[in-house]
């Protein structure tokens, strides 16, 4: 064998290394974060107040931009639908289960310009904080009351202030629109 096919083997068992490190490491990620969405659709859903497509870009625990969740339905990025009902939001994505985010969820909703991997125009991503409920499969130290933010790119022009004004009316006065929720570059 010459040199070439020897350094050719060890890049590819490397390469195979690395692949299967993350493999495992995403699996863990989502194993510690499957129990985060546990809001259940009700039955007879309110009625729609505005829909629009978005890309989800990430979902991190509350004011830490840079640390990825993956719980059931917003672990990748994807594109989608975001409806703002009566009662709560449906994140629709393609690829992966819907996620309801009852009204009484939403803790505040702010504009940002980056998150994990994804930095856009000031205040070019919606960042919503929600209660993702109890953590019972997350570390001792994680509160029961697991507050986490998704982060939503609107799609079409002038959506984005229409979505924040939705969902702020939607989570009340409490969770005003604005701000940079602490990811400013």
């Known amino acids: 064998m010459d040199n070439y096919a020897i350094g050719g083997i060890v890049v590819a068992v ?25 809001h259940p659709q ?10 629009a497509p978005v890309m989800h870009v990430a979902t991190t625990p509350h004011r830490r931009p840079v640390e990825r969740l993956a719980p059931r339905g917003l672990g990748f990025r994807a ?12 994140l629709d994505l393609v690829g992966e289960a819907p996620v309801y985010l009852p009204a ?48 939503l790119r609107a799609q079409r022009v002038g959506d984005a202030t229409r979505i924040v004004e939705a969902l702020s009316t939607l989570a009340g006065a409490d969770a005003a629109a ?4 602490g990811s400013e570059a």
């Not at 490397?14 to 969405?37: F, P």
């Not at 604005?178 to 929720?181: A, F, K, L, M």
């Open 79 to 90: 594109a989608g639908r975001i409806d703002v009902r009566e009662d709560g939001v449906l």
């Open 42 to 51: 009700p039955g007879e859903p309110g009625a729609v107040v505005l829909e």
């Open 14 to 38: 490397i390469v195979a290394i690395v692949v299967a490190l993350m493999l495992v490491s995403w699996r863990a990620r989502r194993r510690r974060d499957a129990g985060i969405v546990d």
């Open 104 to 151: 009484d969820a939403l803790v505040e909703v702010t504009t940002a310009s980056w998150a994990i991997d994804r930095g856009v125009e000031p205040e070019g991503l919606i960042a919503v904080a929600w209660r993702a409920g109890t953590a019972a499969d997350h570390d001792a130290d994680t509160p029961d009351d697991l507050v986490v933010d998704t982060y």
């Open 178 to 181: 604005g701000g940079d929720n």
